[in-house]
Protein backbone atom coordinates (compact mmCIF):
# COMPACT_ATOMS: atom_id res chain seq x y z
CA UNK A 1 0.00 0.00 0.00
CA UNK A 2 1.55 3.42 -1.02
CA UNK A 3 1.34 6.52 1.49
CA UNK A 4 -1.33 8.18 -1.32
CA UNK A 5 -3.85 4.68 -0.43
CA UNK A 6 -2.73 5.39 3.17
CA UNK A 7 -3.70 8.97 2.81
CA UNK A 8 -6.69 8.48 1.33
CA UNK A 9 -8.23 5.52 4.17
CA UNK A 10 -6.80 8.02 6.84
CA UNK A 11 -9.25 10.51 5.23
CA UNK A 12 -12.11 8.17 4.93
CA UNK A 13 -12.38 7.35 7.99
CA UNK A 14 -11.62 10.71 9.65
CA UNK A 15 -14.86 12.30 7.44
CA UNK A 16 -16.88 9.07 8.21
CA UNK A 17 -16.57 8.17 4.12
CA UNK A 18 -18.75 11.12 3.05
CA UNK A 19 -16.05 12.22 1.27
CA UNK A 20 -14.84 8.77 -0.17
CA UNK A 21 -15.71 8.04 -3.83
CA UNK A 22 -16.75 12.03 -4.33
CA UNK A 23 -15.84 13.05 -8.14
CA UNK A 24 -13.46 16.35 -7.29
CA UNK A 25 -12.19 18.86 -9.48
CA UNK A 26 -11.82 16.90 -12.33
CA UNK A 27 -15.01 14.96 -12.75
CA UNK A 28 -13.35 11.71 -11.11
CA UNK A 29 -13.37 10.21 -7.95
CA UNK A 30 -10.13 8.96 -6.28
CA UNK A 31 -8.95 5.97 -7.55
CA UNK A 32 -11.03 3.66 -5.27
CA UNK A 33 -9.53 -0.12 -4.19
CA UNK A 34 -11.52 -3.11 -4.54
CA UNK A 35 -11.27 -6.24 -2.87
CA UNK A 36 -9.86 -8.95 -4.96
CA UNK A 37 -12.64 -11.24 -6.06
CA UNK A 38 -12.09 -14.48 -4.60
CA UNK A 39 -12.67 -16.58 -7.80
CA UNK A 40 -10.31 -14.26 -9.53
CA UNK A 41 -8.30 -17.80 -9.74
CA UNK A 42 -11.27 -19.18 -11.77
CA UNK A 43 -10.65 -19.81 -15.66
CA UNK A 44 -14.34 -20.21 -17.66
CA UNK A 45 -14.61 -21.18 -20.98
CA UNK A 46 -18.00 -19.63 -21.30
CA UNK A 47 -17.58 -15.52 -21.71
CA UNK A 48 -21.32 -15.43 -19.78
CA UNK A 49 -19.89 -17.08 -16.85
CA UNK A 50 -17.76 -13.76 -16.00
CA UNK A 51 -18.27 -11.21 -13.05
CA UNK A 52 -21.82 -9.65 -13.02
CA UNK A 53 -20.76 -6.06 -12.03
CA UNK A 54 -20.13 -4.23 -15.60
CA UNK A 55 -17.10 -2.58 -15.22
CA UNK A 56 -15.16 -5.65 -12.85
CA UNK A 57 -12.06 -5.47 -11.20
CA UNK A 58 -11.26 -8.47 -10.77
CA UNK A 59 -12.81 -12.09 -10.91
CA UNK A 60 -13.26 -15.14 -13.24
CA UNK A 61 -12.13 -14.69 -16.41
CA UNK A 62 -10.99 -16.60 -19.28
CA UNK A 63 -7.68 -18.35 -19.61
CA UNK A 64 -5.73 -17.51 -22.48
CA UNK A 65 -4.87 -14.25 -24.08
CA UNK A 66 -4.96 -10.80 -22.64
CA UNK A 67 -7.09 -8.81 -25.85
CA UNK A 68 -6.53 -5.24 -24.85
CA UNK A 69 -6.73 -2.70 -27.72
CA UNK A 70 -10.20 -1.31 -29.09
CA UNK A 71 -13.55 -2.03 -28.70
CA UNK A 72 -16.47 -1.26 -30.91
CA UNK A 73 -18.76 -3.61 -29.04
CA UNK A 74 -18.91 -4.19 -25.37
CA UNK A 75 -16.19 -6.01 -23.74
CA UNK A 76 -17.71 -9.35 -22.42
CA UNK A 77 -17.26 -9.32 -18.73
CA UNK A 78 -15.47 -12.75 -18.41
CA UNK A 79 -12.45 -11.07 -20.62
CA UNK A 80 -12.18 -7.62 -18.26
CA UNK A 81 -10.89 -9.37 -15.25
CA UNK A 82 -7.97 -11.41 -17.81
CA UNK A 83 -6.88 -7.86 -19.47
CA UNK A 84 -6.77 -6.47 -16.39
CA UNK A 85 -4.67 -9.63 -14.89
CA UNK A 86 -2.36 -8.91 -18.22
CA UNK A 87 -1.87 -5.59 -16.70
CA UNK A 88 -3.80 -3.15 -19.07
CA UNK A 89 -6.80 -0.45 -17.81
CA UNK A 90 -10.07 -0.69 -19.13
CA UNK A 91 -11.40 2.65 -19.88
CA UNK A 92 -15.08 2.31 -20.41
CA UNK A 93 -17.63 4.61 -21.83
CA UNK A 94 -21.42 5.07 -21.87
CA UNK A 95 -21.88 7.70 -24.51
CA UNK A 96 -20.64 7.02 -27.90
CA UNK A 97 -19.82 10.67 -28.59
CA UNK A 98 -17.16 10.35 -25.81
CA UNK A 99 -15.26 7.49 -27.85
CA UNK A 100 -13.37 9.53 -30.24
CA UNK A 101 -11.48 11.74 -27.80
CA UNK A 102 -10.69 8.32 -25.54
CA UNK A 103 -9.39 6.64 -28.81
CA UNK A 104 -7.02 9.46 -29.72
CA UNK A 105 -6.11 9.85 -26.27
CA UNK A 106 -5.18 6.27 -25.32
CA UNK A 107 -1.91 4.02 -25.17
CA UNK A 108 -0.22 0.84 -25.30
CA UNK A 109 -1.47 0.01 -22.09
CA UNK A 110 -5.44 1.04 -22.59
CA UNK A 111 -8.43 -0.72 -23.63
CA UNK A 112 -11.17 1.44 -24.93
CA UNK A 113 -14.69 -0.39 -24.88
CA UNK A 114 -18.14 1.06 -24.76
CA UNK A 115 -20.64 -0.08 -22.42
CA UNK A 116 -24.25 1.30 -21.88
CA UNK A 117 -24.14 -0.69 -18.01
CA UNK A 118 -21.74 1.54 -16.24
CA UNK A 119 -23.21 4.00 -13.59
CA UNK A 120 -20.91 6.84 -14.48
CA UNK A 121 -20.27 8.64 -18.21
CA UNK A 122 -16.65 7.20 -17.88
CA UNK A 123 -14.93 3.94 -15.31
CA UNK A 124 -11.28 3.56 -15.77
CA UNK A 125 -10.50 -0.19 -14.01
CA UNK A 126 -7.26 -1.67 -13.41
CA UNK A 127 -6.79 -4.88 -10.94
CA UNK A 128 -8.59 -4.42 -7.97
CA UNK A 129 -8.75 -0.76 -8.47
CA UNK A 130 -11.65 1.65 -9.71
CA UNK A 131 -12.65 5.35 -11.23
CA UNK A 132 -15.51 6.98 -11.83
CA UNK A 133 -16.09 10.06 -13.79
CA UNK A 134 -18.63 12.23 -15.16
CA UNK A 135 -16.98 13.29 -17.98
CA UNK A 136 -13.93 12.43 -20.06
CA UNK A 137 -10.65 14.11 -17.98
CA UNK A 138 -7.92 12.56 -19.70
CA UNK A 139 -5.48 13.98 -17.14
CA UNK A 140 -7.02 12.10 -14.47
CA UNK A 141 -7.33 8.89 -16.51
CA UNK A 142 -3.55 9.57 -17.82
CA UNK A 143 -2.69 9.52 -13.97
CA UNK A 144 -4.95 6.38 -13.01
CA UNK A 145 -2.77 4.53 -16.09
CA UNK A 146 0.14 5.59 -14.62
CA UNK A 147 -0.44 4.61 -11.43
CA UNK A 148 -2.22 0.89 -11.76
CA UNK A 149 -1.02 -0.04 -15.29
CA UNK A 150 0.24 -2.94 -14.91
CA UNK A 151 -0.45 -3.47 -10.89
CA UNK A 152 -1.43 -7.42 -11.18
CA UNK A 153 1.78 -8.22 -13.32
Known amino acids: MTVRHLSVIVVCTATGLSACG ?4 SGCTDPIEEPI ?3 SAVHVL ?8 AAPTSGPHIGV ?17 RVLEGGQVIVQYRDESDRDELVEWRDDETTVAPNP ?3 SVIVATAWGVRMNCE ?7 AD ?3 EFARAAR
Open 144 to 146: FVD
Open 46 to 53: DPADGPTD
Open 135 to 141: SVDTDAL
Open 117 to 119: DID
Open 65 to 81: GSPGGLYADVLPSAIQP
Open 37 to 39: DPS
Open 22 to 25: SAGE
